[in-house]
Every structure is written in structure tokens, then in C-alpha cells.
T-cell receptor, first 114, second 111 residues
Framework: NAGVTQTPKFQVLKTGQSMTLQCAQDMNHNSMYWYRQDPGMGLRLIYYSASEGTTDKGEVPNGYNVSRLNKREFSLRLESAAPSQTSVYFC?????????????FGDGTRLSIL | GENVEQHPSTLSVQEGDSAVIKCTYSDSASNYFPWYKQELGKGPQLIIDIRSNVGEKKDQRIAVTLNKTAKHFSLHITETQPEDSAVYFCAAKDSSYKLIFGSGTRLLVRP
């Protein structure tokens, strides 16, 4: 069982470069999410997709865009990376039933922006 | 919106002792409270969750209690083992349907 797979695992960018983080789930889940994790701040929601074809902003969407490519895949794009976007990014998915369904996380992408 | 506070930020216990982590939330409409365990280099893993229609839930050595009146919930780990060492996060689902996380507790179980 792969669950939620994120690529790449590590990436270093220069300020101003663009990058797409990939996420795929094999659990037939409808909902998918992108979070960032910074030291001492827990996880903060960037964007989410309640179902295929829909996306919505979370707590910290500025500087990011997302694409729900199909039911399995949900990508996060940084158009012009900034040092403040240095973080660990986690993708998650959950089954239908709303926000009170457990979310299953990938192992993260560690992104450094110089 | 919802705000979740988690305490303590670090907790060190002797193997075999109990560990308690506490969280408070602000939105009285919140109705779902999961707890996640995160090991080094890994993503968070759900270990237990509770919905607002119950006050307590247990799963082997892990239990969660919920006090809706006081708006706080707690994670209890009994008979701690070295493999329980990790970072633990609480979370609450608020009325806008977003899951809001606490800032995490680093638990160290000393052999």
C-alpha cells in the first residue's frame, strides 16, 4: 500500500525560480490537501480540493497555486519562490464524508529557497 | 476562526510512566478532534480521534478525553515505551470545515 506519495523528497531552489510539488494517492479518496509545516507552528493548510474539479484556499494560500489533475493527483506550484516559502510541505487525502474523516499524510517534501 | 493551543511543547517521561498532552480550542462549533504522531522524517499519522458526541475514547494504551464545556481535549498515553517518542499534534475541525492543528508536543520516553 503506497498511500500518499509525494515527489520530490528534497529540493533546493533559488529565489524567483518556479517549482511544482507532486502528490498522488491510491486510496480512491475524494478530498486532498496541501499543508506547510514550519518549526513550532504545526501544520497550516495552503489549499484543498474537496473533490475532483474543485479547489479552495486554506489559511496561507498566497504565493501558491494548485491543480487537481484527476482524482488521484493534486499538485502545488510555486511560481516565484521566496525564502519565506522554505518549509516542509505535506500532502494529505481523506475519504468522502467531510472534514471529520481522517486525513492520511505523505512523508513530505523538504524545500529550501536560497 | 478556530485557534488550537497545545501544551506542553516538550515532555520527558520515564519508560513505563504516563504522558498527558493537553489542547484547548476556541470555536464551540468544532466537532472533530484527531491526534497525530509524527516520527522524524515522516508525515503525521493518525493515532486516535474523537467526535463531539462522546467524552472519551480508548485504544489500547492511548486514550483521548473531550470536555466540550471547557473546550479542551487531552491525549493520555499509559505505560510509555521508547517507541512512543515522537512529536504529537492535536487538531480541531472548525465551523469553516478546515482542520486546525496545534503547535505540537515533542515527547521523549527515557529508557
Amino acid at each position: 500500500n503506497a498511500g500518499v506519495t509525494q515527489t520530490p523528497k528534497f529540493q533546493v531552489l533559488k529565489t524567483g525560480q518556479s517549482m511544482t510539488l507532486q502528490c498522488a494517492q491510491d486510496m480512491n479518496h475524494n478530498s486532498m490537501y496541501w499543508y506547510r509545516q514550519d518549526p513550532g507552528m504545526g501544520l497550516r493548510l495552503i489549499y484543498y480540493s474537496a473533490s475532483e474539479g474543485t479547489t479552495d484556499k486554506g489559511e496561507v494560500p498566497n504565493g501558491y497555486n494548485v491543480s487537481r489533475l484527476n482524482k488521484r493527483e493534486f499538485s502545488l506550484r510555486l511560481e516565484s519562490a521566496a525564502p519565506s516559502q522554505t518549509s516542509v510541505y505535506f500532502c494529505a487525502s481523506s475519504s468522502p464524508g467531510g472534514w471529520n474523516q481522517p486525513q492520511h499524510f505523505g512523508d513530505g517534501t523538504r524545500l529550501s529557497i536560497l | 476562526g478556530e485557534n488550537v493551543e497545545q501544551h506542553p511543547s516538550t515532555l520527558s517521561v520515564q519508560e513505563g510512566d504516563s504522558a498527558v498532552i493537553k489542547c484547548t480550542y476556541s470555536d464551540s462549533a468544532s466537532n472533530y478532534f484527531p491526534w497525530y504522531k509524527q516520527e522524524l522524517g515522516k508525515g503525521p499519522q493518525l493515532i486516535i480521534d474523537i467526535r463531539s458526541n462522546v467524552g472519551e475514547k480508548k485504544d489500547q494504551r492511548i486514550a483521548v478525553t473531550l470536555n466540550k464545556t471547557a473546550k479542551h481535549f487531552s491525549l493520555h498515553i499509559t505505560e510509555t515505551q521508547p517507541e512512543d517518542s515522537a512529536v504529537y499534534f492535536c487538531a480541531a475541525k472548525d465551523s469553516s470545515y478546515k482542520l486546525i492543528f496545534g503547535s505540537g508536543t515533542r515527547l521523549l520516553v527515557r529508557p
